[in-house]
């Protein structure tokens, strides 16, 4: 079982690369942590993307692409919690966490106009939805819904996620989308829910 807010030290490869403010992570394409790191990022790397109808123009849902959505996502990533966990001090929230954070999971991605959007992250043996975000600049126009409608719909409407009480943005977004209220619980970040998804109807 994974430990969602555990420590996990990572030994850094020989290689890094610079995500931006001289922020260096480890190089998912070289070293032993990067053999890891391609491993579980780049389990049935095969299939069809989902391209959807979102905002001003195609969303494109797809898996994860460690050579080139790296820097993009660990940038949402860190810039979006940042900006929603408002109550955390920022210091709390580095670059470095992304790898760290979603170690063992399935990445898929957002991308429109040939650019990154949004991210989330399942850590399939037990269809959690360990993260979901969406760049500041493009919230509420359809991404982060059809990332939720296509992993929902792949894990066969069992998937499953956890919110911080105080995200008050993110909980009304997955009432919005049917999603149903389960256990409470707290943790180093605050008070959180499980959340449910809802029973599938068709396709998306």
């Given at each position: 079982?994974?430990?969602?807010?555990?420590?996990?030290?990572?030994?850094?490869?020989?290689?890094?690369?610079?995500?931006?403010?001289?922020?260096?992570?480890?190089?998912?394409?070289h070293g032993f942590i990067g053999a890891a790191v391609r491993?579980?990022?780049?389990?049935?790397?095969?299939?069809?993307?989902?391209?959807?109808?979102?905002?001003?123009?195609?969303?494109?849902?797809?898996?994860?692409?460690?050579?080139?959505?790296?820097?993009?996502?660990?940038?949402?990533?860190?810039?979006?919690?940042?900006?929603?966990?408002?109550?955390?001090?920022?210091?709390?929230?580095?670059?470095?966490?992304?790898?760290?954070?979603?170690?063992?999971?399935?990445?898929?991605?957002?991308?429109?106009?040939?650019?990154?959007?949004?991210?989330?992250?399942?850590?399939?043996?037990?269809?959690?939805?360990?993260?979901?975000?969406?760049?500041?600049?493009?919230?509420?126009?359809?991404?982060?819904?059809?990332?939720?409608?296509?992993?929902l719909h792949r894990s066969e409407g069992r998937l499953r996620?956890?919110?911080?009480?105080?995200?008050?943005?993110?909980?009304?977004?997955?009432?919005?989308?049917?999603?149903?209220?389960?256990?409470?619980?707290?943790?180093?970040?605050?008070?959180?829910?499980?959340?449910?998804?809802?029973?599938?109807?068709?396709p998306p």
């Amino acid at each position: 079982m994974k430990r969602w807010h555990g420590c996990l030290g990572l030994i850094l490869p020989p290689r890094r690369i610079e995500v931006g403010d001289g922020t260096f992570v480890p190089d998912c394409r070289h070293g032993f942590i990067g053999a890891a790191v391609r491993k579980a990022f780049g389990r049935r790397l095969q299939g069809p993307a989902r391209a959807v109808e979102s905002g001003a123009g195609p969303v494109q849902i797809r898996r994860f692409r460690p050579g080139s959505d790296l820097a993009t996502c660990v940038e949402i990533y860190y810039r979006t919690r940042r900006e929603s966990f408002t109550w955390l001090p920022r210091s709390r929230f580095r670059r470095s966490d992304f790898l760290v954070d979603t170690f063992e999971e399935e990445l898929f991605v957002a991308e429109q106009d040939g650019k990154v959007i949004a991210f989330a992250g399942v850590y399939a043996p037990e269809d959690f939805l360990h993260h979901l975000y969406v760049a500041r600049e493009h919230q509420g126009r359809g991404a982060g819904s059809a990332l939720l409608r296509y992993l929902l719909h792949r894990s066969e409407g069992r998937l499953r996620l956890k919110c911080l009480c105080r995200n008050e943005r993110a909980l009304a977004f997955y009432r919005g989308q049917g999603w149903r209220e389960g256990d409470h619980g707290w943790d180093a970040f605050g008070q959180w829910v499980t959340l449910h998804g809802p029973a599938l109807v068709a396709p998306p």
